[in-house]
């Protein structure tokens, strides 16, 4: 696998038309719209800052959360956001491809930046299909003729093939942003050298994310061990004859994962002492977090790792040359059951090995407890950094390098 693709470098773009997809996704309170982490929005601002300053006349697309979500709304609120961030006027216009929008992008003069509305109020937006078939959309056929580059800067969607992500490339001149450009050349270039020994450390509670990414890791030789945590881990507990409690096995099946269980007894068969599972886990019992080894789990709510464990990975962790890690590795929002996720990061950032977190909540766990600054690389896509390490396609960057040689 290798990503050969052109970028911002490769354009001119002074006095043109750029249209450049970002993924400004961020959390918003739903009773007044009002965004409550910019982070997202900081992260893409040096690639629509660099384009504006270069003279391009900038046409930001983007999107907000999905349809029938709380936080579906309008980008005008970003608009306001990303103007301070840039320091200079950010147009909005509630239009995405219609008589409104065409019109606000003919009068962009160079080193203006216009946003469109949330493309995901296009329902053609949310269709999975071909690059060439999305090409042929109202938005790509509309838009296209007004536009002399796209540069795709949405990495966190790039595991996605929609019409805003794949259509254009299809139809324009392409490259990628500097967020698409940085994630996907730190990533390919430590899966392409990988120190060993190779620690992955897959948590959270998106169970099948994780077991794609082991079972891609582990068949392939690219990692050394596995530590899980979080729900990952209820599971392997589960699938190796561990007894968890009825709650957690309520938890499970609530979640669609059972089937998961039988997955995860046949991988730990298949790569033994490579996958490692808590030794104790943490319980809330009386308001209070406490400890139990895992031959002696009560029917609570597993909420964390246990301290036994959390020594164990840790010491793993620090031996590394390479370390993985995606999703927490119990309820971190609670201070008492955050002491496994904040230790893991800890260890993760002490380590003298590469470090990459995925996106995701493992990420905001790192910016909150102030390891950001020691992490080797957070990844601004929990789903496209997922996808990448299971091996998987990433849709938006085949079509960047198939433009990129036609």
Do not use: W
Not at 137 to 156: C, G, M, Q
Not at 274 to 284: G, H
């Amino acid at each position: 696998m290798s990503f050969n693709f052109k970028t911002i470098d490769d354009l001119e773009v002074s006095g043109r038309t750029v249209l450049v997809r970002v993924d400004i996704n961020s959390p918003v309170d739903p009773q007044n719209g009002t965004i409550l982490d910019d982070t997202r929005i900081r992260l893409h601002a040096e690639t629509i800052r660099e384009l504006s300053d270069r003279g391009a006349r900038t046409v930001v697309m983007a999107h907000q959360s999905r349809p029938g979500k709380k936080d579906f709304t309008t980008l005008e609120q970003h608009a306001h956001v990303l103007s301070g961030i840039l320091e200079r006027p950010v147009r909005y216009v509630d239009d995405i491809f219609g008589c409104a929008a065409r019109e606000s992008i003919r009068e962009l003069k160079d080193g203006e930046v216009l946003l469109l509305e949330n493309v995901r109020f296009y329902s053609e937006e949310v269709l999975k299909r071909s690059p060439s078939e999305q090409a042929e959309t109202h938005l790509v056929r509309k838009l296209s003729p007004l536009i002399d580059f796209f540069i795709n800067d949405a990495f966190a969607a790039a595991h996605r093939s929609q019409p805003s992500l794949v259509g254009f490339a299809v139809k324009l001149p392409s490259a990628a942003g500097r967020v698409m450009e940085r994630e996907l050349k730190t990533l390919y270039s430590a899966l392409k050298d990988v120190k060993r020994p190779c620690v992955y450390v897959l948590g959270g509670v998106k169970v099948d994310d994780s077991i794609m990414v082991m079972k891609n890791v582990l068949e392939k030789g690219s990692a050394d061990l596995i530590l899980t945590t979080g729900l990952v881990a209820s599971i392997f507990l589960a699938g190796s004859g561990v007894k968890i409690g009825r709650v957690n096995c309520d938890f499970i099946k609530s979640r669609g994962y059972c089937d998961f269980i039988k997955v995860a007894r046949k991988l730990k068969k298949k790569f033994g002492d490579r996958i490692l599972v808590p030794v104790d886990v943490a319980v809330c019992r009386d308001g209070k977090r406490v400890d139990v080894p895992v031959s002696k789990i009560p029917n609570l709510q597993i909420q964390d790792i246990g301290m036994e464990t959390i020594k164990v990975y840790a010491e793993r962790i620090r031996e590394a040359r390479t370390i993985f890690a995606n999703g927490p590795a119990g309820v971190f929002e609670n201070p008492d059951f955050s002491i496994g996720t904040q230790d893991i990061l800890n260890a993760i950032s002490s380590s003298d090995g590469f470090s990459i977190i995925g996106g995701g909540h493992l990420a905001a766990a790192a910016v909150k407890m102030g390891f950001e600054d020691r992490i080797g690389h957070i990844s601004s896509g929990g789903g496209a950094s997922i996808s990448l390490l299971a091996g998987e396609e990433l849709p938006a960057v085949r079509v960047l390098e198939e433009c990129a040689h036609p």
